[in-house]
Nanobody, 124 residues
Framework: QVQLVESGGGLVQAGDSLRLSCAASGRTFSRHVMGWFRRTPGKEREFVSAINWSGTYIYNADSVKGRFTISRDNAKNTVYLQMNSLKPEDTAVYYC?????????????????WGQGTQVPVSS
């Protein structure tokens, strides 16, 4: 069992940077693929970025390539999402997720554990 708690969200202006953190409990964190998703009202949950257990493979959605960076610190049971050059269209609730899969996944149904989400409003 893995429990996830996101933090770091908050109101920012377009062009600003923000770093989200996701603290995980459970001894198996280092074996999980970790991902970030986001959801805006009326839309499906959207894949943002994912990282494999060792941090050697990362996959980003086209909408955030070159702006967002996912990373993890297995010693601290924490995964991060560094968001730069934020745009108003990045406004969403951001969710951290963990998958028991061994390779990076991009669909929400492939993830087994979810955090409660943290809001990131980006003003223009």
């Amino acid at each position: 069992q893995v429990q996830l708690v996101e933090s770091g969200g908050g109101l920012v202006q377009a062009g600003d940077s923000l770093r989200l953190s996701c603290a995980a409990s459970g001894r198996t964190f280092s074996r999980h693929v970790m991902g970030w998703f986001r959801r805006t009202p009326g839309k499906e949950r959207e894949f943002v970025s994912a990282i494999n257990w060792s941090g050697t493979y990362i996959y980003n959605a086209d909408s955030v390539k070159g702006r967002f960076t996912i990373s993890r610190d297995n010693a601290k049971n924490t995964v991060y999402l560094q968001m730069n050059s934020l745009k108003p269209e990045d406004t969403a609730v951001y969710y951290c997720a963990a998958s028991r899969e061994t390779i990076v996944r991009t669909h929400s149904y492939e993830y087994d554990y979810w955090g409660q989400g943290t809001q990131v409003p980006v003003s223009s």
